[in-house]
């Protein structure tokens, strides 16, 4: 098990940045993989951008080149740079990893960070 515990969310102008913090419960050297996830009023949840254990990084096209996503072992903890925000960047952003076993993936959330972006 792994409880994931997000900060950083808040209300910004667009044009604006914040940094998202994912802090895990214990060691993240060993997840197969880390990101975020977000999800709008009325939408799906969509992946917004993910590291594996590797250090391969992919992202959504619609923040590649404005959201960096980070991951310091020795803190536990994932990061997201978000900068030149827009207001279609508003959601509610959930930190996640992913756990395989064999053949089996296990998949763990944390509550969300609520990003509200003004125009």
């Known amino acids: 098990q792994v409880q994931l515990v997000e900060s950083g969310g808040g209300l910004v102008q667009a044009g604006g940045s914040l940094r998202l913090s994912c802090a895990a419960s214990?060691?993240?050297?060993?997840?197969?993989?880390m990101g975020w996830y977000r999800q709008a009023p009325g939408k799906q949840r969509e992946l917004v951008a993910a590291?594996?254990?590797?250090?391969?990084?992919n992202y959504a096209d619609s923040v590649e080149g404005r959201f960096t996503i980070s991951r310091d072992n020795a803190k536990n903890t994932v990061y997201l740079q978000m900068n030149s925000l827009k207001p279609e960047d508003t959601a509610v952003y959930y930190c996640?990893?992913?756990?395989?076993?064999?053949?089996?993936?296990?998949?763990?959330w944390g509550q969300g960070t609520q990003v509200t972006v003004s125009s």
């Open positions: 996640y990893c992913r756990e395989s076993y064999s053949t089996e993936n296990f998949f763990y």
């Open positions: 214990r060691s993240i050297s060993g997840l197969n993989a």
């Open positions: 590291i594996t254990s590797g250090g391969s990084i």
